[in-house]
């Protein structure tokens, strides 16, 4: 096989990996399909766009898991992270950058590297030889999404998201919640106590169900829809289309007793479901919304139970192209099918400009590695990097895979914060502290 990385994508991903690639010795040609062939998002022929929002959010690399993703990435000599703190824009404690500044800068450092060489054309087809990074993001074009689909069984594409909230699990009221699947369903103890119900009186039902149809929405981008009704249907059209339907759907109360008043039956339920093999995180089953993020948290914490909960991630629905990594990719993240095939960036279920780019960063060396005939590990799973690269490569639950950003709830917990000694700020900054040790021995092991 050649000595060559074929990258298809000059996204946040691709760009990352192209430059950790070429920084490694290892010659890059960057495939990139703008500005010929355009997407409904992208304005310009430049890498690394931003295509909407201007921000890559927190920079607290001491209580934030992304501002400690951000820390990881300038560790590791981030091209990304690199350039967007040489534009970056007055915005508190985030990160916000002069976004084409920003983008033209990526594109002048990539373009000057005597490594990378550049082919403007679509990719239509997965390659068959060859290594390869594909990192085309959320927008990936059609042509190769079909043949992605081809290959690896259309079950494993997604065309949308459609996400349900995420809460952290410790912070469910579990005086009022309860532990049972309905009809108490599953071999074992484990799986007859999967979910986590929180019961609704009437009026508590008729209550949110008012707010849900009151609160603001969000609207798609113009050419977003396409192929949208073959996903699952927002909570608040399904109130729109009547006022019972919840409670005859993902809030049907049947076939559970609520283990704190057995004889009170309730009106309706909302389920909750295990979302990661640690257990610290719960979606909100069914309830994929279109609600503006403000009013998703205060609609949801009426729900009994949730009234204190904090949210890992609130719902969305988005055209989304990404593929279900639990089940496709192993830990180098390649395609296990064809492992000359590595996936990086949105498409492989992270979500966001950091998480895209950090993916990047992991791909483009571990092919490096690979190419140069080694083997880069996985950061620890203690790490930003490495949790997001665990989750998505055997962590989450693959049935119910959704697009996720880095948070604290894909971090194996701290033996000391299990008894609750600590708050939950100090508790954070033991996260950091911990990850920073671990990703400064993953980078000084490799030389
Ligand atoms: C409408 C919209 C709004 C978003 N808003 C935000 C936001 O505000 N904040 C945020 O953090 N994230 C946002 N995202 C998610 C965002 O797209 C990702 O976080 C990030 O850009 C993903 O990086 P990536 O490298 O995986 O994909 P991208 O940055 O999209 O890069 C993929 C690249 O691949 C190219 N490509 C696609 N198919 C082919 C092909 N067949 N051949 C060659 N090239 C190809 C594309 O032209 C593109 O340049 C948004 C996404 C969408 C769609």
Known sequence: MSDTLHIIGGGMAGSEAAWQAAQAGVPVVLHEMRPKVATFAHQSGDFAEMVCSNSFRSDDD?????????????????????????????????????????????????????????????????????????????????????????????????????????????????????????????????????????????????AFIDALLAAEKTEFHAGETAGYFDGCLPIEVMAERGRETLRHGPMKPVGLTNAHKPEEKAYAVVQLRRDNALGTLYNIVGFQTKMKYGAQT?????????????????????????????????????????????????????????????????????????????????????????????????????????????????FPPLEEARGGRKGRKDRYKGYTDRAKELFTHWLAAQG
Request: aromatic letters at 6%; proline letters at 5%.
């Open 298 to 410: 205060s609609v949801f914490k009426m729900i009994p139970g949730l009234q204190n909960a904090s949210f890992a991630r609130l719902g969305g629905i988005h055209r989304n192209t990404f593929i279900n990594s639990p089940t496709l990719l192993d830990d180098q993240m390649r395609l296990k099918l064809r492992p000359n095939l590595r996936f990086a960036g949105q498409i492989t279920g992270v979500e966001g400009y950091v998480e895209s780019a950090a993916m990047g960063l992991l791909a483009g060396r571990m092919a490096a590695a690979e190419i140069k005939g080694g083997c880069l590990p996985p950061p620890a799973p203690e790490t930003a990097m490495g949790s997001l690269v665990n989750h998505i490569t055997g962590g989450a639950e693959a049935k119910s895979f959704q697009p996720m950003n880095v948070n604290f709830g894909l």
């Open 62 to 206: 001491e209580r934030n898991a992304v501002g400690l993703l951000h820390w990881e990435m300038r560790a590791a000599g981030g091209l990304i992270m690199g350039t967007a703190d040489r534009h970056s824009l007055p915005a508190g404690g985030a990160l916000a950058v002069d976004r084409e500044a920003f983008s033209q800068a990526v594109t002048a450092a990539l373009r000057s590297h005597p490594l990378i060489s550049f082919a403007d054309e679509e990719i239509t087809e997965l390659p068959t030889s060859g290594h390869w990074i594909i990192a085309t993001g959320p927008l990936t074009s059609g042509a190769l999404a079909d043949s992605i689909r081809t290959t690896t069984g259309a079950e494993s594409l997604a065309f949308f998201d459609a996400i349900a909230p995420i809460v952290y699990a410790e912070t469910i009221d579990m005086d009022i919640a309860w532990r049972q699947s309905r009809y108490d369903k599953g071999e074992t103890e484990e799986e007859r106590t999967a979910y986590i119900n929180c019961p609704m009186t009437k009026a508590e039902y008729e």
